[in-house]
Structures are given as structure tokens and as C-alpha cells.
């Protein structure tokens, strides 16, 4: 067996007992949460730190969270990104946050690769919440017990992820999760948001939303990244969701039973309807930011207990 792994800086290269050793992990953290029993000594005298160097809801709280359910004591750093170049704000922040003996540190930040950069420089844990448009392992994760919760398995269901999928580190660590768990993994979106040679990830692609979901037993919509786009990559919002907007009519495509997920934030009315989103008969959106919390206590326990 491999060592285990001190941090968690994506899906890539993670096989299917580790990743299903952190999703039954979750599951009883997901149990445990709902009966309000939380361990409250797991991360006693340890320290998380939070450092968004990008904005985040879900995710910097949830970390917030699942490290006080565990006793740990949580720091929120607010990071702007100012005037300093990257590369000295992080070397910069790695040696002080050394220097604090904290030890988990979750990363987000706007550049690929700079969670792994500050793991080579700190002794603490590293945990990637978002790296530009690489990777966002606990969503993955997170995503995957919200869907195993509901069908009762991965392997051989078909998953659907549409919209931009070139800017999205969520499709990234989703597509490398799924297919590793054997799920069918389509990406669907306008060609300008389907990155190229998205093929060798393992996952089919389709420009049209009918023949992309047909058959689909989870369909998973993407925010639009407006933040990311260099211009021109989608004409308007109101084409956009004509389109590619997941509402009732498009979801008619996909299995009578299929669920909808969306990782938030949502743009409404662009890439979902609200009537689907908030439809509680098919949208599992509330349930992936429960099971967030879950995953996440369940990554920061085995970390914390040397590894993953
Ligand atoms: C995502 C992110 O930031 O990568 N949100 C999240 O973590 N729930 C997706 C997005 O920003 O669209």
C-alpha cells in the first residue's frame, strides 16, 4: 500500500478505496450531524486555518463548521489579493502561517496549482477548497455521497454536467471522481465552454441538451462563470438559457427519476430555472451543502489523523 496522502489537493490519482473510505467516513459524520451528537474532542488544541485568497459561501463556512463540530479552534484569514504579485503573497503567507504552528490549512485561490505550491512550503496539512479552474476535490466528494445517499450507488449511472465546463474546477474533480467510481460521465454545453481533448478524462461530449440527457440519472448544472471569461464566450444570458438553461422541459429528457445538483452559487434563470432548483421532488441542492459539512469533517478527521 501507498502512504497515506498528508494533504488533499484534488481527485487525480485518488482510487476507489480511498475515495469510498472517505465517502462511508462522511456517511456517519452525515448521521451523526442529523442526530446532533457531534465529537467535540477529534481537533481539540488543533488549528485550522481558512485562507480565501477567492470569495466562497458554502464552502469556507462548511470548513468553518466541520472543524468546530471537531473541537478544532478555526481561523477565517481574510486575504485581499491587493497589490502584491501571487507569488510573494503566498510565499509570504506560507512562512508566517508556519511560524503559527496551524495544522490544516484550506486553500482557495484563483490560481492553479497554488494550494500545492503552499503545501511544499508549510509543515500543516493542505486542503484544497478551489484552485482556478483545476481542481475542487471536497466538492467532488461531496457531490458523490449526495448522489450514492440517493441511488444507492455510483457505479454505472450516468451523469450529465452542463454548461461551462471549461472554466469549472467542480466539473474537473467530478469528472475524474466519476469515472474512476465507473459512472458515465457526459459533459454538455455550447462548444466556446467545452474545453478540448475533454475526451481523454473519459467523459462523452454533446452540444445538445435532448441528446446529452437523455437517459441521464443525474443531471448536474454549472454556474456560468462570468468571472473567468476572457469575453465572448456566450452571447447572452437569455440565449444562454434557451439553450442550455436546465428547466422542466430540458429535464424531461433525462430519466423520469433523474435528480438535479447544482454546486452555488446559482445564476437563475441562466444555466437552472427556479422551478427546478427549488423543486424538492428532484433537486438534491440543499442536501449537497449538508452532506458538505459531513465531507468535510470526514477529510479533516483522516488528515488529522495522518493522512488520506
Ligand atoms: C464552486 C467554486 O467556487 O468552485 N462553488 C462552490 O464551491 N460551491 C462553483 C462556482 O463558483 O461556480
Redesign the pocket.
Known sequence: MNAPNRHLLGIEGMAPPTILEILDLAESYALLNRSGKTRRDLLRGRTLINLFF?D????RTSFELAGKRLGADVINMAVSQSSVSKGETLVDTATTLNAMNCDLLVV?HNRSGAPALLAQKVDAAVIN??DGTHE?PT?ALLDALTIRRRKGRLEGLVVAICG?IAH???ARSNILLLTTMNCRVRVVGPPTLIPTAIENFGAEVFHDMRAGLAGADIVMA??V?KERMSGGSVPSAREYFAFYGLDAAKLAYAKPDALVMH???MNRGVEIDSAVADDPTRSLIREQVEM?VAVRMAVLDLLARGGI
Open positions: 477567492e466562497s459561501t458554502r464552502t482557495r477548497a478551489g475542487h466538492q461551462d469549472s474546477r467542480v454549472l454556474r462563470q454546486p452555488g452559487p458538505g
